[in-house]
């Protein structure tokens, strides 16, 4: 395990843009991250054992819970860092859902200490992607990554365009801009993703996936 920090009651929101996390693929086992740990978005579905310690609060008998990232928990700079502003930077801190805290210390508690390390993912099922745009923009939310969940690099191609990289912008989603990206009102669209584990093994996974969406011609 590594740096001990503390952890406190959800913030229920969308900040990595899953919207429902039961329909796509997660569910209530998740944490709000502190501004530290959110790094923008990049750590969306990442995921993290955690374990109670030092507490009179904790079950002692509980080894650990596995909690998913899929929130920020914003700072409050009104608060004192140690008392209530508890996702204020630099601060380490987990805003866990009350099924995963009641998993690890009694729910009264309100805040304890812990321990935490990060650990790949278990995803059931495939990869799943959201999608918005017209001819000239895209945008892709990408969801239930499994392993470690980072993803390194992402990339469309057309039906009539060459390869476009997508950049990060916010949460789990990535953006490409192109001028007539999608001219045809059906178009076979070809996304890429590099996916990287930071776990474990610096391994990186590639895999290509044919889509098939319906565009408003531009005008």
Same mark, same amino acid.
């Given at each position: 395990m590594k740096e001990k +920090?503390? +952890?406190g009651e959800i913030i229920r929101g969308g900040a990595c843009g899953y919207v429902n996390l039961f329909s796509?693929? !997660?569910?209530?086992n998740t944490a709000a991250l502190s501004t530290t740990l959110f790094n923008n978005g990049f750590a969306c579905g990442t995921c993290y @054992?955690?374990?109670? =310690? @030092?507490?009179p609060w904790c079950y002692?008998? =509980?080894q650990f819970t596995t909690v998913i990232a899929t929130n920020l928990c914003p700072p409050n700079w009104s608060q004192d860092s140690s008392n209530g502003g508890w996702c204020n930077t630099p601060r380490v801190h987990f805003d866990m859902s009350k099924p995963a805290f009641m998993k690890i210390a009694q729910w009264k508690a309100g805040i304890v200490p812990v321990l935490n390390r990060r650990v790949p993912c278990v995803r059931p099922g495939e990869l799943r992607f959201s999608f918005q745009g017209n001819g000239y923009w895209l945008l892709v939310y990408v969801m239930n990554v &499994? #392993? &470690? &969940?980072? $993803?390194?690099k992402m990339w469309v191609? #057309?039906?009539?365009? #060459?390869? $476009?990289?997508?950049?990060?912008d916010? &949460?789990?989603? !990535? @953006?490409?801009?192109?001028?007539?990206m999608l001219e045809c009102c059906t178009c076979k669209l070809e996304c890429r993703i590099d996916l990287q584990d930071k776990c474990e093994l610096p391994l990186i996974n590639k895999f290509t $996936?044919?889509?098939f969406f319906s565009f408003l011609k531009p005008y």
């Open positions: +920090i503390l +952890i796509n693929g !997660y569910d209530t @054992q955690m374990k109670c =310690v @030092q507490s002692p008998r =509980v &499994g #392993g &470690g &969940g980072d $993803i390194a191609k #057309g039906s009539k365009t #060459g390869r $476009i990289s997508m950049s990060h916010w &949460g789990a989603s !990535y @953006q490409a801009f192109a001028t007539h $996936i044919a889509l």
